[in-house]
């Protein structure tokens, strides 16, 4: 199959892209800028690297003929203040660039959540959501709950935390439910999920088998690595002084941190086993994840 991949240079774009390849696909590979990812030299005809801003509708190349294609973009990080219009923005201008290319299927990686209320970040998804099921074609959504991976950006949040902080006065949003899940269980479902009339059109949830609190897995994560932590959590730290809090301490940029503080205040948890009845698969229990994630 031919196969597009936006976000190939991103963190699920680059795990994604040799499973592809492995696959015995031919991956069309849509990069902002800088260099070509590795690739292994067995791959080297199976892929060929794009270079194009989805933002700008004129630096996008011209594309004939495609099977399917995977949408990993999101603008959250670009600009806070609107990245909703940014996002619709690089929407539009992905279906533009592929609706005359005789596309199957469109798969998007959207995030898991549970409840009325919420964050700007998850509406923005959701409005992504719509665009692309009101462009008529075949749309698979994969709704993920928090990914743990060696550079996830949860992951680095809970590692930073956990590393440098023995005693920790926490924010509320510790104690909400999610249901953390392996970077490569992830991947799995993206691969399993392509060129299957099954889940066109269809909106499945993901999560591991765990379910807990961000609190817990700053813990667990702290016992995993030995080390002996407190946490204590109070709801006095507001939703901007949390993201000062995040990105005094961690690694993610302002923006970013912003974001994931409104998004963490939001249940994720899986209530729609779908995904299980069509696909069957084991995914890695949160301890796993952390052990790979380390490695």
């Excluded at 991103?10 to 070509?36: D, E, F, M, Q």
Aim: aromatic share 8%; net charge neutral; hydrophobic share 40%.
């Amino acid at each position: 199959m031919k196969i597009l991949l936006t976000g190939a240079s991103g963190y699920i774009g680059s795990h994604l892209l040799p499973s592809l390849l492995g696959a015995g696909h031919h991956v069309y590979a849509l990069i902002r800028h800088g260099k070509n990812l590795p690739i292994a030299s067995k791959f080297a005809d199976q892929v060929t690297f794009l270079e194009g801003d989805l933002l700008e509708r004129s630096s996008l190349p011209a594309l004939n003929h495609l099977d399917a294609a995977y949408y990993l973009v999101h603008s959250m990080s670009d600009d806070p203040k609107n990245f909703r219009e940014l996002e619709e923005r690089s929407c539009s201008n992905f279906l533009s660039l592929i609706e005359e290319t005789g596309i199957q299927q469109i798969i998007y990686l959207s995030g898991l959540h549970q409840g009325a209320v919420l964050s700007e970040h998850f509406r923005s998804r959701m409005h992504i959501e719509e665009l692309l099921k009101n462009s008529r074609l075949n749309i698979t959504v994969l709704r993920s709950s928090i990914i743990i991976g060696a550079e996830s950006s949860s992951f680095k949040i809970i590692s930073d935390l956990v590393e440098k902080l023995p005693i920790m006065i926490a924010p509320r949003w510790l104690n909400t439910r999610c249901q953390p899940i392996a970077v490569s269980d992830v991947i799995y479902y993206l691969v399993h999920l392509l060129n299957q009339p099954r889940a066109f059109n269809k909106t499945f949830e993901i999560g591991g088998p765990d379910i807990m609190t961000f609190k817990e897995m700053l813990l667990i994560y702290g016992k995993q690595r030995n080390l002996r932590r407190w946490i204590l959590t109070i709801p006095l730290l507001t939703p901007h002084l949390s993201s000062y809090w995040l990105y005094l301490v961690t690694r993610v940029n302002f923006s970013l941190a912003s974001s994931l503080v409104e998004s963490l205040k939001v249940e994720s948890t899986v209530k729609n086993q779908e995904i299980q009845a069509l696909f069957p698969h084991t995914c890695m229990t949160y301890v796993e994840a952390i052990r790979e994630a380390v490695k």
